[in-house]
């Protein structure tokens, strides 16, 4: 926004920053009369920088759901707040995501203005603001400086739309990593990982757990003792005694390899699943 004016040809009057005296006497919650009129003036004239700053969030920023809005949006949704209005900029807003113009900032409208790209909402926006002020019976007076606003505002939105997709990229490539790193490399888990090397001291001894407290190798060996010994276990010399083939009948054996075999099966699949520690070596000790 400019300086100060005060053209007789603006229905707004005297403003400043874009902020009217209308709105500047509403916001000191005062009444224009001729014995405060010219004193509202002067106080808007020399307006400071924090108070502009607060009547554009509160009288235009937070009513108009700009930072519900993706920043370059946000950036057109705000210019057009201040200097059309609240009511029509969400209006236009709405025209431009193509829902209906309630006046109404609702899930509908967010979600229209997060599912489309900024540059193509924008440009709609722009011709629908353009279209606007040439309706405007004084645009012979102003029209050439609402129009290259529009412009200025179009161009410094689509450089901002343009420095935030290049930090995404940034971003997205310093969390991503090398992209030869091993894609099979399990992080350790909060819980895994030793207090010293969380302190900043000397890490400690590798954490892991011994073979018998994996449920995929119990899985593992399920399916072999079930599936591979009774085919394999006559070449080495082991058989199942004849009375429990006949307990069990013809088909017996063959239910109980495939029971077992798919309960193998899906414990090494869980057990795969839930592991996030390595198996290391314990030494056993046997009394006989």
Known sequence: ????????????????????????????????????????????????????????????WLPASCAALPPAIALMQFDASVNHGVGGAI????????????GE????????????????????????????????????????????????????????????????????????????MAQDFNFPKPGDVPAPVLAGGQPAAAQGKWWAHSKTIWGALITVATTVLPVLGPLIGINLPVEIIKQLGEQGPLVVQAVGGLLGTLLTIYGRTQAHQPIV???????V
């Open 1 to 60: 926004e400019g300086g100060y004016s005060d053209d007789p040809y603006d229905p707004g009057g005297p403003t400043q920053y874009g902020i009217t005296l209308s709105d500047y006497a509403k916001w000191q919650s005062e009444t224009i009369t001729a014995a405060s009129r010219a004193r509202l003036i002067e106080e808007l004239r020399r307006i400071t920088d924090d108070k502009v700053a607060a009547i554009y969030r509160q009288r235009y």
């Open 91 to 102: 209006r236009m807003l709405q025209q431009a995501v193509g829902v209906d113009a309630d």
């Open 105 to 180: 900032i609702g899930p509908l409208t967010l979600a229209a203005a997060h599912a489309q790209p900024p540059h193509d909402i924008n440009q709609r926006y722009a011709g629908i603001r353009r279209a606007r002020y040439r309706a405007l019976a004084h645009f012979w007076r102003f029209g050439r400086g609402w129009l290259r606003r529009v412009d200025a505002t179009l161009a410094a939105a689509s450089a901002l739309e343009r420095r935030n997709a290049n930090a995404n990229t940034m971003t997205s490539s310093a969390t991503k990593g090398p992209t030869d």
């Open 281 to 287: 070596r314990r030494d056993v000790r046997v009394r």
